[in-house]
């Protein structure tokens, strides 16, 4: 299987070649030359426990690693989640199902791609002999679940930019508080916004790069859209079958990588009744699928931080199939974004999708009555996908984070506090970090006396 750049100014790679340099040359995103149709394979996958599953549906795409290698490092990538379903599908109701995403490591569904990553990353390591340094930055979540997914690898040295004082206090802890020596988070002065902007420059320096072998973990990664796949199928496989084809999957959108993952998976011959994507107030996501506009807003702090995006860059995935296929046509329509911070399309099909979006009050009453209601509590990005299922049922609403991440919107809107094992034990531990001015002069020489490139 090969993998052409969105773009199509780059030529096709193989798999391992496409995880290891994320964006392609281009400034384009991977995709399968052509995707394969899965609806034979089901009757054989039914039943598969997880990491089963995650290395039957794997097979198909990473060719280009032996297959026992392979079953070795999705097996390992599931060991550190805690259920024994590890992607556990909860009935609410009769036609409501909440598929739970958030036994991992830090307790969100990135870790499903972030363990994989991590594994992949190394087995590259193994073939070519060349350490790797990871460069990220990250307003939370990403952060958490790319050093756990890393910590400990050989070869591997993990730099995480966040700003100072703008994280949650357990989203800090969850990357400070490692104990592992190739871990580095750095904390910089300003905005995420200023720290993205240093970080893209470090990027640039395309010397720099490729001495110390410089690699993103942000979720343009496409091992990291396929490893979300994977729990789409699980789920589907574990409905009753009469209902599969008419369930509508309800997915927490930010910068578009969840839901586009299930999306793909229609493309391999999987039906399903359709996809619903749910933002907070920053809602460029729905306001595209409403109106057929693509257009920047401001970000504006939500009670669901990790969707606080204004530019999903998954989407440049979606406008590839959008179009046909047409590299001209996405460079042309990605341009004039660049250029203008907007695209209106002519004629918009929403390809299957509706959307929604939901106030800070929405969330917030939404999990109180959930809470009444079922006796089940949601953390307040899940909640967003809670607010209006109004002809969306039969569905399944992916549960992106569990709720003690977020304890001060948890308590506002229900009177207490959930808890996490994991987080209790991280309340007391000593934080570990690097303060660090924003800009590529800092950054490079802190990795330059931290690694021994
Ligand atoms: C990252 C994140 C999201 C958004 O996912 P996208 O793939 O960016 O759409 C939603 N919920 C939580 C808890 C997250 O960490």
Redesign the pocket.
Known sequence: MRYVSTRGGSSPVGFTEAVALGLAPDGGLYLPESLPNLEGKLKDWEGLEYPDLCFSFFKEFATDIEENVLADIVRRSYQSFTHPGVAPLQQLDEDLYVLEL?HGPTL???DFALQLLGNFYEEQIRRTGKPITVLGATS???GA?AIHGLLGKEGVNIFILYPEGRVSFLQERQMTCIGANNVFPLSVTGTFDDAQLALKETFSDQTFKERVGLSAVN?INLARILA?SVYYLYSWLLLPEQKRTRTTYV???????????GWLLGKMGITMGGFH?ATNQNDV?HRLFESGIYAKGPVTPSY?P??D?QV???FERFLYYFVDCDFGKVREIMKSFSETGSYRFEEFHNHGFSSSRASDQEISAVIRSVSSSHGYLV?P??ACGLVNLNGLLPCVVLA??HPA?FPEVIREAVGAEPKAPSLEDLKDRPIVNYPLEPTREAIQNFILENTDF
């Open positions: 958030f969100a569904f990135k939370g979540d990403t679940a979720s979300q997915v927490p959108t930010g910068n578009f990588g969840n839901v586009f993952a994507l996501m669901a990790s969707m995006i999903a860059s998954n953390d990005h899940t992106t984070a991440k």
